[in-house]
């Protein structure tokens, strides 16, 4: 009964004290009764087991909802941080009207801009499926070379 009422309390100090009173009401009413007094102290035991795991149930309980809340609100926060930042970088490499591209290390383009398909005159599509070296004129040895390092 004291975990029920503790469970559906408001906040975890009402629920505390709501268990701290039954058991005080519990140990008087153990205390009155026409038990014998190995009865009546195996009672007193299970009253105060109850009421303080129960309160300390509730604590916990409590104090975990917290910090679950702040954690959501934590990466609640970081996620509006990323998308900004990506919101950000994506109009600046989309507004420079200079070619900008981004390639991973064997060459291969990952990203190009409109500048870039502008300047080269491919599609986006096209310039994704191509590497440095395919736009480079054969001409420019010294430009592969120092790639290549």
């Not at 954690?71 to 507004?95: K, M, P, W």
């Amino acid at each position: 009964f004291p975990v029920m009422v503790a469970a559906t309390a408001w906040r975890a100090r009402t629920a505390v004290w709501v268990l701290v009173g039954l058991t005080a009401l519990g140990l008087v009413l153990v205390a009155n009764s026409q038990l014998s007094e190995d009865l009546r102290k195996i009672a007193w035991a299970e009253l105060a087991v109850v009421g303080v795991g129960g309160g300390l149930a509730v604590v916990l309980r409590r104090h975990f909802e917290r910090r679950e809340a702040r954690h959501a609100e934590l990466a609640a926060e970081r996620t509006r941080q990323v998308v900004a930042v990506r919101d950000r970088y994506r109009s600046l490499f989309e507004v420079v009207g200079d070619a900008v591209m981004v390639a991973d290390q064997s060459g291969k383009f990952v990203e190009v801009n409109e500048g870039t398909c502008r300047q080269l005159g491919y599609t986006r599509g096209e310039l994704l499926a191509m590497r440095i070296q395919d736009i480079i004129p054969k001409s420019d040895e010294g430009f592969a070379r120092r790639w290549g390092a």
